[in-house]
Nanobody, 120 residues
Framework: QVQLVESGGGLVQAGESLRLSCTAS????????MGWYRQAPGNERESVAH???????FYADSVKGRFTISRDNAKNTVYLQMNLPKPEDTAVYYC??????????????WGQGTQVTVSS
């Protein structure tokens, strides 16, 4: 059984940095792309950033230049460094991982979500 556990959310003021972490654990054979989505009240879930095992990254236009995604492959952990956050970044942030379990089945897994609130 595979689990993704997030941490690092909370309440910050605009411009105050924070870092989200997400660790995958359990019967993992290999991990592919990992990343973050977010969902604000009344909005659809949207992609924020993702990163491949080799370090290639994708960012949503709204966070480019402010957020940085990174990962530690040995720890099956992905990070999201949020610099210069804005009130519009307020949302529940969900991490995901495309990974294969010990049976070789590749699928995406999701964390439970962590609330990020940016006050003005």
């Amino acid at each position: 059984q595979v689990q993704l556990v997030e941490s690092g959310g909370g309440l910050v003021q605009a411009g105050e940095s924070l870092r989200l972490s997400c660790t995958a654990s359990g019967s993992i054979f290999s991990t592919d792309t990992m990343g973050w989505y977010r969902q604000a009240p009344g909005n659809e879930r949207e992609s924020v950033a993702h990163i491949t095992p080799g370090g290639s990254t994708f960012y949503a236009d709204s966070v480019k230049g402010r957020f940085t995604i990174s990962r530690d492959n040995a720890k099956n952990t992905v990070y999201l460094q949020m610099n210069l956050p804005k009130p519009e970044d307020t949302a529940v942030y969900y991490c995901f991982a495309d990974l294969a379990d010990d049976y070789g089945l590749l699928r995406d897994y999701w964390g439970q979500g962590t609330q990020v609130t940016v006050s003005s």
